[in-house]
T-cell receptor, first 113, second 116 residues
Framework: GESVGLHLPTLSVQEGDNSIINCAYS??????FIWYKQESGKGPQFIID?????DKRQGQRVTVLLNKTVKHLSLQIAATQPGDSAVYFC????????????FGSGTQLTVLP | DAEITQSPRHKITETGRQVTLACHQT?????MFWYRQDLGHGLRLIHY???????NKGEVSDGYSVSRSNTEDLPLTLESAASSQTSVYFC???????????????FGPGTRLTVL
């Protein structure tokens, strides 16, 4: 079936650099996307979301980009800090699916000193 | 502050035993969800509920059941625990209303279950 996936399972970046985490989805009917952060031993934490009528949305140090043409979204973290080390999940909502989210398998971000 | 809690945080049980994991939210959210998280599989939906007395099966519902007798709680029961049900379980809630198509889910801290 259709699913959300991630290009890379792990990503290591130097502290202070920018991070880019990618996510591909296959269902063109998806119209709402969320990024979650999960630290070790904790539940996923909402970071930022984006509707399909937008291409870009910015939060505090984070930006989500949505490219509907190639069914791709990315999470950009500016000036990555040690506290950003975590697993990042993207999730999609399929219109008419009764509000269920489908999650990708996650990308482990490691911030190097 | 409103929150979502899970208990116990850790549980060890034996094969064949019945186990119930609790989930309680104080946001007054309509929707509640149970997921399991295993290495290589991400988050998989077990059961969900859109309101009191409403329950629905998710992707991996076999061997699990839920009941929704009030807005705040959605307990997850493993009828006869199996080793394959060793996992980390997360409860989530959201406030998406009928007709809406956005569904930000807020997660609890998780329960680590080991079935021996």
């Amino acid at each position: 079936g259709e699913s959300v996936g991630l290009h890379l399972p792990t990503l290591s970046v130097q502290e202070g650099d920018n991070s880019i985490i990618n996510c591909a989805y296959s269902n063109s009917a998806s119209d709402y996307f969320i990024w979650y952060k999960q630290e070790s031993g904790k539940g996923p934490q909402f970071i930022i979301d984006i509707r399909s009528n937008m291409d870009k949305r910015q939060g505090q140090r984070v930006t989500v980009l949505l490219n509907k043409t190639v069914k791709h979204l990315s999470l950009q973290i500016a000036a990555t800090q040690p506290g950003d080390s975590a697993v990042y999940f993207c999730a999609e909502n399929i219109y008419g699916s009764a509000r269920q989210l489908t999650f990708g398998s996650g990308t482990q971000l490691t911030v190097l000193p | 502050d409103a929150e979502i809690t899970q208990s116990p945080r850790h549980k060890i049980t034996e094969t064949g035993r019945q186990v119930t994991l609790a989930c309680h939210q104080t946001w007054n959210h309509n929707n509640m969800f149970w997921y399991r998280q295993d290495l290589g599989h991400g988050l998989r939906l077990i059961h969900y509920s859109y309101g009191v007395q409403d329950t629905n099966k998710g992707e991996v519902s076999d061997g699990y059941s839920v009941s929704r007798s009030n807005t705040e709680d959605l307990p997850l029961t493993l009828e006869s625990a199996a080793s394959s049900q060793t996992s980390v379980y997360f409860c989530a809630s959201s406030d998406a209303r009928l007709g809406g198509n956005t569904d930000t889910q807020y997660f609890g801290p998780g329960t680590r279950l080991t079935v021996l």
